[in-house]
């Protein structure tokens, strides 16, 4: 229980580096491109475009709204295998700043966790947008995004920790973590439903905290329903775990972080 305050205060130690970096670095992200901050709509509308075509053109889905279904999917996961992938080398890359200015190893994966944060309320817009050209009613339930974000957010937190840390000692880890994230996204119903399929290992599949997350996503806006609140209590309970975990390993070893850069 310590060690969870602990973490809490440092985060609000840092709250100020932390929200004024994190919005540096997503600026970073779209900088010396044309199109600036609409790239952040256009690169999950482009692929939300492949994906309704290849599927619905190709493999005939039927599944309704598709365009929408699917792009629901592509921010969620986007959110979360971008910031693991940016994770592997959040220490890392951060070397040169460490070394002159302490700040707790914890806070350069955070920066980077609270950036994607940003740009998902972004992309959510885009959601909202699409969903009124199709004519798809918004209803109350979209508030029911915020519950569901933190708890992919902690998700997210938790295995960005753990990642970031070994990334310090496993120099491959981005190039292993890109592959395995690869496979894992076609195991993850974002542009099919366990209601199309029927195979035996399927519950296995359900087991998926991003599974369970983006069907969250997509009860709320898409369905107008309210997600399962006990699934999502699971994972934050799960995730605050993870948490712990990978504070307490960059706690005990970042001091050991500037040799083995």
């Not at 740009?119 to 915020?146: A, K, N, Y």
């Amino acid at each position: 229980m310590q060690k969870k305050k602990n973490i809490l205060q440092n985060l609000w130690k840092n709250q100020e580096y932390i929200l004024y970096y994190a919005k540096i670095i997503l600026k970073t992200r779209v900088a010396g491109s044309y199109l600036g901050f609409l790239w952040l709509w256009i690169d999950p509308l482009m692929f939300m475009l492949i994906y309704s075509f290849v599927v619905m053109f190709i493999f005939k889905s039927k599944i309704e709204h598709f365009n929408v279904f699917v792009l629901i999917g592509i921010t969620a996961w986007n959110f979360f295998s971008r910031a693991m992938l940016m994770a592997t080398t959040s220490i890392v890359r951060n070397k040169s700043i460490f070394q002159q200015v302490y700040f707790h190893k914890f806070v350069y994966p955070t920066l980077y966790l609270v950036s994607y944060i940003y740009e998902f309320f972004i992309s959510l817009s885009l959601i909202l947008i699409v969903m009124l050209f199709e004519g798809i009613p918004i209803t109350w339930h979209v508030i029911e995004v915020i519950p569901i974000l933190i708890t992919m957010a902690l998700f997210t937190y938790g295995c960005s920790l753990i990642i970031s840390h070994i990334g310090v000692y496993l120099f491959d880890l981005r190039n292993i973590l890109d592959f395995t994230l690869k496979f894992i996204f076609y195991l993850t119903p974002i542009m099919w439903s366990f209601e199309n399929v029927s195979f035996s290992f399927a519950w296995i599949l359900k087991l998926n905290p991003m599974q369970i997350i983006i069907g969250s996503f997509r009860s709320c806006l898409l369905y107008g329903k309210s997600p399962i609140y006990f699934y999502l209590l699971v994972i934050s309970c799960f995730s605050c775990i993870l948490i712990e975990v990978g504070y307490e390993l960059i706690s005990r070893k970042e001091d050991e972080y500037a040799r083995m850069i």
